[in-house]
């Protein structure tokens, strides 16, 4: 199957249209998959020299069409190829498929850099460039605002990746990218191979206690997994999460929490020792340290920043970013935190309390109490226990309301498709069609954790929507080739005859997840270059943390959420319950994510290298946000691949940047009607087709009317603070 997945992806544009008509109707392959993805690689990687080439030696005077738009096409090939190559790396990785990605990174890097420090290609670009600002000064520009972008998009690209560099400077640039590059793919391979080297083994059921009776199934089948008796607790997300916020056992929620926040330092070989059994004795934890690898990664970045101009890295990467600087990103989280710590403040007391009324007046609550006795407050509180709502959460019917949402809102449906193969068994296939039943996408759903797909969710695409028509001609789903994206997760597996049942912050991920798809899915741009989530890393999450505040309105509940076994609906008393402990620990939650995004700043707006403890400086960055207790020899930036080898660093705060968006564009559809098909297009119109045609605040006040406002947000939250904004 994987080979006739590969096949697919690495046709051209006009193949891959034909696969798609015809149901991928395609022969496997005669050689391996492995050896195939490698040759259309090196095959792409040859093709997209040789289009430059082309470019360069066009003997006409440079201009948008033989220049910018010809770059923009170049390196089709290549593009499907490396997409698949790291898609699959995240999702259905190989110890063949690791290997190759660790032999072409490199290659891949120091290719792109070829490209991008060529002279001759970068004059071509140039010369275009100053032709438009000199147009746009005399009123004269003759270009469309997407091709204007993609012009000023293209130029920035090659300035911010070396090409005003003397010869000197081009080859340090290209050492430092390659480092980089080499680097990050190391810290994503060691953190996958920590997450799945612990897990705790247990054979007496009373360690359980606590611990509902689905995620007991849960354990019991992973120990079958693994042809153990008993029961296994992993530090996959489905198992980490329930057993830290039921498990009884204080001893075991240590472990497993000092697992966690040491994986790839040295301190792991503790937890490694703390296993049953002692532990897998030939796991080599020392090769998975990522102490060192942090330290090169922020010291490239910072020597990168510093060859081109700017004086940190956060300079460099937020000047692409809607904060646009480092002193506006450390004042947004300033802000934020006088606004929130003083509820997180009170929320640590309340669950101290909620614990010394348990467990005595000396009783101190650390890092791997708080989500127990959290919850135990919580049950207090709403007399309400999140984890009954599972039930009715069953995956089929929770994928059936999410889709229903898109038909709601935007005329969507959604047609299985078994005909269009996957990469794994598991891994579900859709068509996705409008109202007027035209072909929007194709769309991937990979649900459940196995060993050969790194933990967390995530959307990404295999093919961006793009369309070879004149620039003045609207894009339509007719004339645009479609896009190919995929939502993955690492929900609860199913367990016996049961279904999966999801949580309640499950449910809430698929949603933020289709948010991002759906940005890919009603992409409606003439460059690939510009499509769908090709925007602003601070304007990403807007679409997926718009969708997810639907998991909490009744009439959304109410279409989907119905008791697996007995039909019956979602209680409104556990609705209400929901509701109300929505802003349960809000404090708390959103000082925690802003203590990563202090972390993530102080990392990256350093002046002098990072040479000493990488432990000290964690906790120095994040001790403003501290309403814990610190924990001795635990580093969260060993595995913090968000901004170590996913594309956040300097821009972690996105999150809630985008969350003030978000929860402006909510209030106004709740103004509107929660499901208003009117204010649903201007969304579609304004944001979702755009893609990154447009500036984002610009795209914004189109939809909107006006700039986004933090009132919306403090009112969610219940939180008291006049004068803050974007």
């Avoid at 999460?241 to 498990?247: C, D, I, L, V």
Wanted: hydrophobic share 40%; with cysteine.
């Amino acid at each position: 199957m994987q080979s006739r997945f590969l096949l697919a992806q690495l046709l051209d544009d006009n193949a891959w249209a034909k696969a798609l008509d015809e149901g991928f109707d395609l022969p496997d392959l005669d050689c391996p998959p492995i050896d195939h993805l490698r040759g259309c690689l090196i095959e792409g990687m040859k093709r997209e020299k040789a289009e430059v080439e082309a470019i360069v030696a066009d003997p006409r005077p440079a201009d948008f069409d033989n220049t910018i738009v010809a770059l923009s096409k170049s390196g089709a090939m290549l593009g499907r190829a490396t997409e698949v190559m790291y898609n699959l790396f995240s999702a259905e990785t190989n110890e063949a498929l690791d290997a190759l990605t660790s032999e072409m990174s490199p290659l891949l890097t120091a290719h792109d850099n070829e490209i991008m420090l060529n002279k001759q290609l970068f004059d071509r670009v140039n010369s275009v460039y100053e032709a438009e600002m000199a147009a746009r000064e005399e009123g004269n520009s003759s270009l469309t605002p997407e091709q204007a972008m993609l012009l000023q998009k293209t130029y920035a690209a090659f300035r911010r990746s070396g090409a005003l560099l003397d010869e000197e400077g081009k080859e340090v640039f290209r050492a430092l990218t390659t480092e980089i590059s080499e680097q990050s793919l190391l810290f994503s391979q060691h953190l996958l191979a920590d997450t799945h080297a612990f897990y705790l083994h247990l054979h007496n059921e009373e360690e359980l206690a606590g611990l509902p009776a689905l995620q007991r199934e849960a354990a019991k089948e992973a120990a079958h997994e693994r042809g153990l008796d008993g029961w296994v607790i992993t530090l996959e997300a489905p198992s980490y999460q329930p057993f830290m916020t039921y498990a009884d056992n204080r001893r075991l929620r240590r472990s497993l929490y000092m697992a966690y926040m040491t994986r790839c330092t040295p301190a792991f070989a503790d937890a490694l020792q703390s296993m049953k059994e002692g532990g897998e004795e030939a796991y080599d934890y020392a090769a998975n340290d990522n102490l060192e690898i942090v330290r090169r990664i922020v010291n490239c970045r910072q020597r990168l920043a510093r060859l081109l101009g700017y004086s940190t890295y956060a300079d460099y990467a937020l000047e692409r970013r809607m904060a646009e600087t480092k002193e506006n990103v450390n004042d947004f989280l300033q802000s934020l935190l006088a606004a929130y710590l003083p509820a997180a403040r009170h929320d640590v007391e309340r669950v101290n309390a909620k614990a010394k009324a348990l467990e005595g007046d000396n009783f101190e609550v650390q890092a791997w109490d708080f989500a127990y006795y959290a919850q135990k407050l919580r049950e207090e509180l709403y007399q309400f226990d999140p984890d009954k709502l599972r039930p009715y959460f069953p995956l089929p019917a929770v994928k059936k309301g999410v889709f229903g949402l898109a038909t709601k809102l935007y005329g969507l449906t959604f047609e299985p498709a078994a005909d269009i193969p996957a990469y794994h068994d598991d891994v579900e296939t859709y068509r996705v069609f409008d109202e007027e039943h035209r072909f929007l996408a194709v769309l991937y759903m990979d649900f459940f954790p196995r060993k050969t797909k790194k933990g967390g969710a995530w959307m990404t695409s295999y093919r961006d929507e793009h369309a070879d028509v004149a620039p003045t001609h609207p894009v339509t789903p007719e004339n645009s080739f479609r896009p190919v994206v995929s939502v993955t997760t690492n929900f609860t597996k199913p367990t016996g005859n049961k279904p999966p049942l999801l949580s309640f912050g499950e449910v809430e991920t698929l949603l933020h997840e289709f948010g991002h798809a759906l940005h890919g899915i009603f992409a409606m741009t003439h460059y690939a270059a510009l499509s769908g989530t090709s925007v602003f890393w601070d304007f990403v999450e807007l679409p997926s943390q718009f969708m997810e505040a639907y998991a909490l309105e009744p009439d959304f509940l109410s279409t989907f959420a119905f008791h697996y076994e007995t039909g019956e609906p979602l209680p409104s008393a556990y609705v209400e319950a929901l509701r109300a402990a929505s802003r349960f620990n809000v404090g708390y939650l959103c000082v925690r994510q802003l203590s990563f995004g202090y972390l993530d700043m102080a990392l990256h707006t350093r002046t002098s290298p990072l040479e000493g403890d990488v432990v000290a400086c964690e906790q120095a960055a994040m001790q403003p946000c501290a309403v814990l207790p610190a924990v001795p020899a635990t580093c969260m930036t060993a595995g913090f691949s968000h901004i170590m080898a996913g594309g956040y660093a300097a821009g972690y705060y996105s999150y809630k940047w985008a969350d003030i968006l978000a929860a402006d564009t909510f209030d106004y559809f709740a103004e509107n009607g929660l499901f208003n098909r009117a204010v649903a297009q201007l969304f579609r119109t304004h944001i979702l087709s755009q893609g990154g045609t447009v500036h984002p605040a610009a795209l914004y006040l189109r939809f909107r009317g006006r700039k986004p406002g933090i009132d919306a947000l403090l009112k969610r939250d219940g939180i008291s603070k006049p004068g803050l904004g974007l």
